[in-house]
């Protein structure tokens, strides 16, 4: 993957060349858009939104899959919120790698840049009740993923998640594959701890990729293939601290 990120980079400064040189004697050329190394393929949706879609998405990305390869499969524009909360099971890693969310219709993606939080993306497929069915994955990803997967990985025993724990109201809704889906109440950030877009896009644009490759990759993935947006979860949801 590393291989194919340097790739991209080389294939991205041709191409602005080549576009610099094709509009120098007719005024501006276009902006060149950033080629893509993880675009959804087999009849996948960059705009998954259910935690099966999710799946079947990163299944159809080369292998081993990164998130920061999953996040540029994404359709765009991107909806961004984050967090510098470190009270999840998926925690920030410093205001400087705050815990960020990915809006895909009702689904949530939630990733971090580095730390602990940074080896899972976590799921939340959001209902009109405030509940949500949730689910989580270890990454990268070196082989195909069962669809019971991001269930069976939060299991704390046999009828209780580990969401459970902080997140109320916890029930199964259906099965998938040989695995229960467990829905409970969705909660979203404080606002005092929000971490501004404006932020995001400093932090990406100063990361050193020779020292942070994977956290600056996942960083810029954010900025590229289109400008992303601000998004807010719903203000009806519950606070976590």
């Not at 879609?53 to 524009?77: K, Y």
């Not at 939630?110 to 009109?128: K, R």
């Not at 009740?129 to 270890?138: D, Q, R, V, Y």
Request: charged share 20%.
């Amino acid at each position: 993957m590393k291989r194919r990120w340097r790739q991209k980079v080389f294939a991205t400064v041709a191409v602005a060349v080549l576009a610099a040189a094709c509009g120098s004697s007719g005024g501006p050329a276009p902006a060149a858009e950033t080629p893509r190394d993880c675009v959804p393929s087999n009849g996948a949706t960059g705009s998954p939104q259910t935690i099966e879609e999710a799946v079947a998405l990163i299944n159809s990305l080369p292998r081993p899959t990164s998130v920061a390869c999953l996040v540029e499969s994404l359709d765009r524009p991107l909806r961004v919120s984050a967090t510098e909360s470190i009270f999840s099971a998926q925690p920030a890693h410093g205001r400087r790698s705050p815990r960020i969310f990915l809006f895909s219709g009702s689904l949530i993606l939630s990733v971090v840049p580095d730390g602990p939080g940074a080896e899972v993306v976590e799921f939340s497929q959001l209902d009109d009740s405030g509940h949500s069915i949730k689910g989580e994955l270890a990454f990268p990803v070196e082989a195909d993923v069962p669809p019971e997967a991001p269930y069976t990985k939060i299991m704390f025993r046999a009828d209780l998640t580990n969401c459970a724990f902080c997140h109320a109201n916890e029930q199964p809704v259906h099965r998938v594959g040989t695995a229960w889906a467990y829905s409970s109440r969705a909660l979203r950030p404080k606002d005092s701890s929000l971490v501004p877009l404006e932020e995001l896009r400093q932090e990406a644009s100063t990361c050193d990729a020779s020292a942070e490759p994977e956290r600056c990759r996942l960083l810029q993935e954010l900025f590229e293939h289109g400008t992303p947006r601000a998004h807010t979860f719903p203000a009806s949801l519950p606070t976590f601290p």
